[in-house]
């Protein structure tokens, strides 16, 4: 089967119309840094993830869910003698190692109830209410980059649908591998055409024909036809999505969703259950995502965000329940790593939030706020304004970059 | 304007078949209200997959591993059951779709079965999402609301999906034995996504009284000895040692210590709070009206259910008969929605599409980000178009067009945009289909025009 660029290049009419970005602009973009987002969708429990093994209560209060301190399938891969990884995360253990991996701890939105869908919602609107808006923080991010040249889009989903994060007045691409026999770029002509008075469909066609062209030029005609399944798709598209941030001409900014969080039930500890199931898959996409980034990986920082966190102890099924504060973690060739940031607050009984939850004590904007200063040189008003609205007075975390 | 039979035909029912139109001829809204009030036979299709509880009782025996984990040969029956009976349930409920002389029906299946989502993301639970749907909701969709929520809240299907069949009551004879305890998916998500809605008035006090009330309620396996068992329920069972005992205080109210009858109380006073007729009312018109629903027609289905007591019957009448409900340029089909609406067109089931056809739409559907079963969480589906109207999906679709144009090379353009969108067609649209190089080319041209891809 041909790919579409296969067929672009044998086609001139359409680009001779303008209406096909055969070449795409090679006008510098307004940045060199990449910054992707890891959505995990569902409340990762961060005193899984990132066990605060150092803590005396730790073994007690998360009973049949504690991770040893001996090394093995069910021991932690220690970071700093008070946190340590899921023996899952290898490759996050050797980012840290090589100090390319920053985690922070007890962090949470501004959200303090406990609705996945609502939580959602806050996290990615950047606001500090679910539904106060329908664009997302990183667009208006996208939005303060400044001016691009040609076809450019700055912005990239990774997946069929766009995340909130990322709608907005800003126009983004979106990528998902193509699992149906493309269709002919003469069709796609006849179908720009018929859109002529529709803004909204004709604008969303232009966006979805540049990224495909994006990712032939990035991938070859090896793009595509894949078909994605729970366990394999966060790996196809952070590979993928990876090699589109690498071009020069490429989208800066990228999101990427991460299912499988909400556990429940049969947690498991560290070589089985619902959570070794779904670190292992961010394990593996975060791989991915830096060997498709290749060299640009230096200027990159992934960060990953969680609507809330879970119970600290367990529920009465082997699982955690919906809570508050959680770990996040901060990759990349630009950052300043090898370090746990938190002001622990500790896990006795009256130190847990609502006598249930890790509590809170770093803000998720502070986090943001601090890459984004550093990283993509914004403003700290239009961070306080723009961007996460109403927080003038979260400060934005600093030293987390390189410098 | 778009002629009333179109809306009919799309927006409420699932798409025009062809003839479908002009048998709706002038009384569109008598023709959705007689859907109502036929008999609703189940579709063949689905009638002849067995129920819930055979498929139960094939499984083995309940046992426990010393672990407190359910037993290897257990797990491994039941993502069998899904294996096997999953691509047949599936298929099957899009062949009933595709098929159907009262689509109407069958889109209120599809929307009652997404407001209570069971999802084959679990696979524990993929192999009995269809006779969830044939159980659960299709016997209640014009009945009382309550009969519903107790319905699907019970059905095995979702007590595994949400993790009731796991949870335990703290002081319960069973907990305390096994060191077992509450689990407050099922709970929380009760109120929020099934009932009261998000801000409609609880705590995280109420989700954990709520959690304690359900405790109990579980699955029926094999082994289990009868005489652990209080109340039967359409393969789900109520065990009186797994469930907390003691009073509980919910939204203010204080309810005794009632075994198995403690659920059924709280499920009919959640279906009769305030919140949840504006949290129901509120879906419906998104569904049908606009993304932003319009607040007057809000307003009027809630004090219908209110009023009724929540008679399903009529609810949707009134729906029916709301005037915003034929207004406006309706809403952007998701994938379910449009892929559904193209084998309509074509007649599927007629003379074309064999045994295969549901086969193939579930097949579709994957590509195109909606695969059957498989919503992304407990909400469901997303019922907008900012959710379903993005660049690589368009594009999918685009491709899929296209692919359908040159299968139905034989087919007269003209004669399935007078049959599925008729005169609502725009003048672009219908210049493009009429001036396009070939026919395959003006049917996926139809296929993606902007009338086409909205309802």
């Known amino acids: 089967m041909l790919s579409r660029r296969h067929l672009l290049s044998l086609t001139g009419s359409a680009a001779a119309m303008g209406l096909l970005p055969v070449r795409l602009a090679l006008a510098d973009a307004p940045t060199d840094a990449r910054f992707v987002l890891a959505i995990q969708r569902g409340a990762m429990d961060g005193l899984h993830a990132v066990p605060p093994y150092g803590d005396p209560n730790y073994a007690a209060l998360r009973g049949t869910l504690a991770l040893s301190d001996k090394a093995g399938l069910d021991g932690v891969l220690d970071l700093d003698g008070r946190f340590g990884l899921h023996p899952k995360l290898t490759e996050l253990k050797a980012w840290y190692d090589q100090g390319e991996l920053l985690v922070v701890h007890a962090v949470a939105t501004p959200y303090r109830e406990r609705s996945h869908f609502d939580g959602q919602d806050l996290l990615e609107n950047g606001t500090i209410q679910p539904h106060a808006g329908d664009s997302g923080w990183l667009n208006r991010t996208i939005g303060l980059m400044g001016p691009t040249a040609g076809d450019q889009r700055l912005g990239l989903a990774l997946g069929e649908d766009v995340p909130l994060a990322l709608r907005g007045k800003v126009k983004v691409a979106s990528w998902a591998p193509a699992n149906l026999p493309a269709a002919a770029p003469d069709f796609l002509n006849l179908v720009s055409a018929m859109y002529a008075k529709q803004p909204q469909l004709g604008d969303t066609l232009r966006q979805a024909i540049s990224a495909d062209a994006m990712a032939d030029q990035a991938m070859g005609a090896n793009a595509g036809m894949v078909p994605l399944r729970p366990n394999n798709a966060a790996r196809i598209l952070a590979e993928a999505g990876g090699k589109l941030l690498a071009q020069d001409n490429g989208p800066r900014i990228a999101v990427l969703e991460l299912q499988g969080w909400d556990t429940h039930t049969n947690q498991g500890l560290g070589a089985n259950g619902r959570m070794a199931q779904a670190l292992q898959q961010m394990n593996d996409a975060f791989a991915a995502l830096k060997s498709g980034l290749g060299a640009a990986w230096s200027k990159t920082v992934v960060m990953t965000a969680t609507e809330f966190g879970r119970t600290a102890r367990p529920n009465g099924s082997g699982g955690t329940d919906h809570g508050t504060a959680t770990a996040l973690f901060l990759g990349g060739g630009a950052v300043a790593g090898k370090r746990v940031i938190a002001n622990w607050p500790g896990l006795e009984f009256a130190q847990l939030y609502q006598n249930r939850d890790l509590a809170p004590t770093t803000d998720f904007r502070a986090v943001a706020k601090g890459v984004l200063a550093a990283h993509l040189a914004l403003p700290q008003d239009a961070l306080s304004n723009v961007v996460f609205p109403q927080s003038g007075q979260v400060r934005p975390m600093q030293e987390l970059l390189r410098a | ?455």
């Open chain 2, 1 to 455: 304007m778009i002629p009333a039979a179109v809306i009919a035909a799309n927006r409420f029912g699932l798409g025009a078949r062809p003839g479908e139109l002009a048998a709706i001829g002038s009384d569109p809204r008598g023709w959705l209200k007689a859907q109502i009030s036929s008999a609703n036979a189940i579709p063949a299709s689905i009638a002849a997959q067995p129920g819930t509880e055979a498929r139960l009782a094939e499984l083995p025996p309940a046992t426990m591993g010393a672990d407190g984990q359910p037993q290897k040969d257990l797990i491994q029956a039941v993502l069998k059951l899904a294996r096997d009976r999953y691509p047949v349930d599936a298929a099957a409920a899009l062949d009933a779709a595709m098929t159907s002389q009262t689509s109407f029906v069958e889109r209120l299946v599809a929307f009652w079965s997404n407001h209570f989502t069971v999802s084959a993301l679990r696979p524990a639970v993929a192999g009995l999402i269809g006779p969830f749907q044939a159980e659960a909701i299709r016997p209640h969709l014009f009945g009382r609301f309550v009969d519903l929520l107790k319905a699907a809240t019970l059905h095995p299907a979702m007590l595994l999906y949400l993790d009731n069949a796991v949870s335990f009551g703290p002081d319960s004879r069973a907990g305390q034995r096994r060191d077992k305890g509450l689990n407050e998916n099922l709970a929380r998500e009760l109120m929020e996504l099934h009932t009261l809605g998000v801000n409609g008035g609880y705590t995280q006090n109420d989700v954990r009284e709520l959690a304690k009330i359900l405790t109990g309620w579980t699955i029926h396996r094999p082994g289990q000895p009868e005489r652990a068992i209080a109340a039967e329920r359409g393969g789900a069972v109520f065990i009186p040692f797994i469930h907390e005992p003691g009073q509980k205080t919910l939204l203010g109210k204080t309810y005794g210590d009632a075994g198995q009858n403690e659920a059924e109380e709280v499920l009919e006073d959640l279906a009769r709070h305030p919140s949840t007729a504006r949290f129901i009312a509120t879906k419906l018109a998104r569904h049908f009206i606009a993304d932003d629903p319009p607040s007057s027609a809000v307003a009027t289905l809630a004090e219908t259910f209110t009023k009724t007591d929540g008679d399903l019957a009529a609810v949707t009448t009134r729906l029916i008969d709301l005037d915003e409900a034929w207004g406006g340029d309706g809403k952007y089909r998701a994938p379910y929605d449009w892929v559904v609406a193209i084998f309509r067109a074509f007649g599927a089931g007629d003379n074309s599409g064999g045994d295969q056809k549901g086969h193939s739409a579930v097949q579709v559907l994957d590509h195109l980000g909606q695969r059957p079963f498989f919503a992304p969480s407990p909400a469901g589906w997303p019922d907008d178009a900012a959710s379903w109207l993005a660049p690589e999906s368009l594009l999918a679709r685009i491709d899929y067009a296209q692919a359908v144009g040159k299968a139905r090379a034989e087919t007269d353009p003209m004669k399935i945009v007078d049959g599925t969108v008729g005169p609502a067609i725009s003048a672009e649209s219908r210049f493009s289909v009429e001036h396009a190089p070939s026919r395959p080319e003006a049917i996926a041209l139809l296929l993606v025009s902007p009338e086409f891809l909205r309802r």
